[in-house]
């Protein structure tokens, strides 16, 4: 493989990044407030399952008794 020069290097660097393109203000806020909203849904789904799960365990255990 062919070495390349650090200022070789920085040029391509640049017309990479001249290819790049930045989401706008609005998608990122959206963007942002989805992933908000599914990490509260799954939060509370996961809430929920752990809480049936303890219910289930408890009463499991109460038979034991």
Known sequence: ????????FM???QAETKKVV???RKETVMTAVM????????GLFFFGVDRAFGAIVNFLLSLAE
């Open 1 to 8: 493989m062919a070495k390349t020069s650090p200022l070789e």
């Open 11 to 13: 040029r391509q660097v």
């Open 22 to 24: 930045w989401p706008t």
């Open 35 to 42: 992933v908000l909203i599914m990490a509260t849904l799954l």
